[in-house]
């Protein structure tokens, strides 16, 4: 036999909504017919229930929180769910826009049978923290038929699911309006006096749809099902229920998205160098900010901490009504470990100082430095990217200073002159030709300076020995 688990969430858009869903009265609204369809607890407290129309729930509370329905937001969060589910169980089914069909049979001998399997799905959803009622069935439409009924039974013994099934009313059955009413009308109004028909008395007496729905109910018609297959990298919308434009109040809804990253990361052993957050805003506008791990990340405090340092110079020109997270760039987690014997080195290590230091400033203003083949001190390094490789280099046996100003100095200072003259005579092939006389200098306040006179017979600061 097989079993299938089916999952439905009632108040998906309203769970998956930013707020503080516990002290806020919160209503989703049906904008056609302007009446509640899914509404918050503190809500229900106020008197307000599905169906109400929206004027009646205005006057029962005057602070209520209003959003219309939008089916898209809702396939887009049982989107996030299956692919959060996807990590600890396959074979799944979306049927938007607010369930999920789960075939378990392939799945209890890996978890050793049906209670231990419904632990480790209840747990995963948990995180999620959205509302959701379930049943199994030995068949999709059973499982949804008892799972609409709000029966949360979990079973696998099919007498107790068909005894279930008889019980149910034909009008929570998958037929159309027009089916029930005719079936109503020969005094068909609970599923058992339907069950209790053979196949061919049904084909004779009505349409080839309902003989379809009631063998793929008793599992006696094959039911072909489209699984899901997620994408490879992460993806997660989150919507506000307010408009913000201070980027600080942003903070809070992003950890959320942040936690759900470190989840998915985490059991797959991976780790993101590069995230995107966009912004979506009024009139289908977005932005977009680019966060960077240079050594790779998974934990929630790390992200937290680069976003908020990339969000504080930037300036917002609409307000945001959601947030997207998506993984640009992932890899294997390197699990290699620090040398007990090197000794304590600091807070950071030179790729999470890089990483602090391009959230802060920007990727672009962050750079390596590379050694030329120009003589020039001035010009013996220049710029360039990050992910350059630089080859090692030679051990020069002249001494050089460990900061060298980016042009020289008037020398000012009364100085005792210990080592030189160095003599440097270069640059003729550009115009920009130099001789110069180069000295190891110490100053009265104890400073060691890199100095040095032209032919005018000037002299000039150029560098500082730490």
């Not at 039974?153 to 029930?180: F, G, Y």
């Amino acid at each position: 036999m097989q079993l299938w688990l089916y999952l439905h969430f009632p108040k998906l858009q309203l769970d998956t909504m930013y707020a503080d869903k516990s002290q806020q009265p919160l209503v989703v609204v049906d904008a056609k017919r302007f009446q509640i369809i899914q509404c918050s607890d503190a809500a229900q407290k106020q008197g307000i229930k599905n169906g109400m129309g929206l004027g009646s729930a205005s006057t029962l509370c005057p602070s209520l929180q209003v959003s219309p329905y939008d089916e898209s937001v809702e396939q887009q969060a049982l989107a996030d769910i299956a692919q959060w589910l996807y990590l600890v169980t396959s074979d799944l089914a979306l049927f938007p826009p607010q369930g999920l069909l789960l075939k378990l049979t392939d799945m209890l001998t890996l978890y050793g049978g049906l209670e231990s399997y419904w632990n480790k799905i209840s747990q995963h959803l948990q995180y999620l923290n959205v509302q959701f009622h379930y049943a199994t069935g030995f068949s999709p439409f059973s499982a949804i038929l008892l799972t609409k009924l709000g029966s949360n039974l979990v079973t696998e013994e099919k007498k107790h699911i068909e005894d279930m099934l008889r019980h149910c009313p034909v009008s929570a059955a998958e037929l159309n309006q027009k089916q029930i009413e005719k079936l109503a009308r020969v005094g068909i109004v609970a599923l058992n006096d339907l069950l209790k028909l053979p196949i061919s008395e049904i084909a004779r007496r009505f349409d080839i749809e309902l003989v379809n729905y009631i063998g793929k109910l008793t599992g006696q018609f094959r039911h072909p099902v489209d699984f899901y297959r997620p994408p490879e990298r992460f993806q997660s919308y989150l919507e506000l229920l307010f408009e913000v434009e201070n980027t600080q109040w942003l903070n809070k809804p992003l950890k959320k998205l942040l936690v759900k990253l470190e989840h998915f990361l985490s059991l797959r052993g991976q780790v993101a160098y590069e995230l995107e957050l966009r912004f979506h805003q009024r009139d289908n506008q977005s932005e977009a900010i680019i966060l960077t791990s240079a050594c790779g990340d998974y934990l929630t405090a790390r992200w937290e901490k680069l976003s908020q340092l990339a969000m504080e110079s930037l300036m917002l020109s609409r307000p945001v009504q959601g947030l997207t997270l998506k993984v640009l760039r992932s890899g294997e987690f390197d699990a290699s470990s620090q040398d007990i014997f090197s000794g304590y080195i600091g807070h950071q290590t030179a790729l999470e100082l890089i990483t602090t230091l391009q959230a802060k400033l920007g990727k672009a203003q962050i750079h390596k430095i590379a050694p030329t083949d120009d003589p020039r001190p001035e010009k013996s390094t220049i710029f360039c990217h990050l992910g350059k490789t630089i080859p090692p280099q030679p051990q020069l046996a002249a001494l050089r200073p460990s900061l060298i100003l980016p042009t020289p100095e008037v020398l000012t200072d009364k100085v005792s002159l210990l080592h030189g003259p160095e003599r440097i005579a270069t640059g003729w092939w550009d115009g920009e030709a130099i001789t110069r006389d180069y000295f190891i200098a110490r100053s009265k306040e104890g400073r060691w300076l890199w100095v040095f006179r032209d032919r005018k017979m000037q002299w000039f600061l150029h560098g500082l020995f730490s």
